[in-house]
């Protein structure tokens, strides 16, 4: 049997953590290819393959990601324990993970996840995003405590888990005010021709954006096609384009992007669900996300 050596693993965990080797050779006072050696020679003992590169970027492989939970536990639970033993009160929070489907805007997941680091007891909260499937089947296998999607469990999927309505909401139009000021004629009719950010052709909003698009009878042209709002809310907020977002998202889109309104429909629906293993909810972070999702984040 082959040990893990720490040390490695160390060197990786900083490396996910900041972001960068160059960072992270900043951060242990070692050269960059001191670094490098020491995550291959990790990924060798370990038989995967940690990260891959993405244009200039090092981001996680799906292994990567998993090495990177245990990392963070290992190390944390060692700060735990140098604390207690030096006389200190380590705090003992247990941690509750959530998977966040990758089509859920961020500014939502926010607003709905926020009660739950507000509880009288508090927890150490855990986020992953990603495909709604691959959420799916780590919420089987008990790796995460409740998945936030834009869509219900696919009755397909033979696991033993409950879909939980969290809400509703009409969606709005976002552009740069510059563009804004361009427009010609009322909404809906202002949007034909204008440069738009459509969401990713493999969602709902999508496919119900585009049928709306063509009752109305306008036309934009589609510049960019994003899986993720708040991406394609920074496009927008640099003046590519016009988007779609839940309505509930408006205040904080006007205020941390900058961005204007064009108008606003109910003809469209976004929906978002709580999908756990429980029939009903019983931890307190799933009550409270449940009970803030009903009180104030779609209201009617």
């Not at 735990?80 to 500014?107: H, N």
């Not at 809310?233 to 016009?242: K, M, N, P, T």
Request: hydrophobic share 40%; aromatic share 8%.
């Amino acid at each position: 049997m082959e040990w893990l050596n720490y040390h490695h693993l160390f060197y990786f965990w900083t490396v996910a953590r900041d972001g960068s080797i160059i960072k992270a050779s900043e951060t242990l006072r070692l050269a960059p290819p001191t670094i490098s050696e020491q995550i291959r020679s990790l990924e060798e003992s370990l038989g995967v393959k940690l990260f891959e590169k993405q244009g200039r970027s090092l981001v996680l492989t799906d292994q990567g990601r998993v090495a990177y939970e245990y990392a963070e536990e290992i190390f944390t639970r060692g700060r735990e324990l140098t604390e207690v033993l030096s006389g200190g009160t380590a705090e003992r929070r247990p941690p509750f993970t959530i998977g966040i489907a990758d089509v859920v805007p961020k500014l939502i997941a926010y607003r709905l996840i926020l009660p739950a680091l507000q509880l009288p007891d508090p927890i150490r909260l855990v986020c992953r995003d990603g495909d709604p499937d691959k959420l799916i089947a780590q919420l089987a296998i008990r790796e995460i405590d409740l998945v936030i999607s834009d869509a219900p469990l696919d009755r397909s999927i033979r696991i033993q888990a409950f879909t939980h309505m969290l809400g509703q909401s009409g969606i709005t139009f976002f552009a740069h005010p510059r563009l804004a000021k361009q427009l010609k004629g009322r909404f809906p009719r202002c949007l034909d021709g204008l440069p738009f950010l459509m969401p990713a052709d493999n969602t709902d909003l999508r496919r119900s954006l585009e049928h709306w698009l063509d009752v109305q009878g306008v036309r934009p042209i589609i510049v960019g096609e994003f899986e993720d709002s708040a991406l394609a809310s920074v496009f927008s907020e640099a003046g590519a384009g016009a988007f779609v977002a839940p309505t509930p998202t408006e205040a904080q889109a006007k205020r941390q992007h900058g961005l204007s309104v064009l108008g606003r429909t109910r003809d469209i629906v976004a929906s978002f669900y709580a999908i756990s293993l429980d029939r009903r909810f019983k931890h307190p972070a799933v009550i409270a996300i449940s009970e803030i999702a009903h009180r104030s984040v779609f209201q009617r």
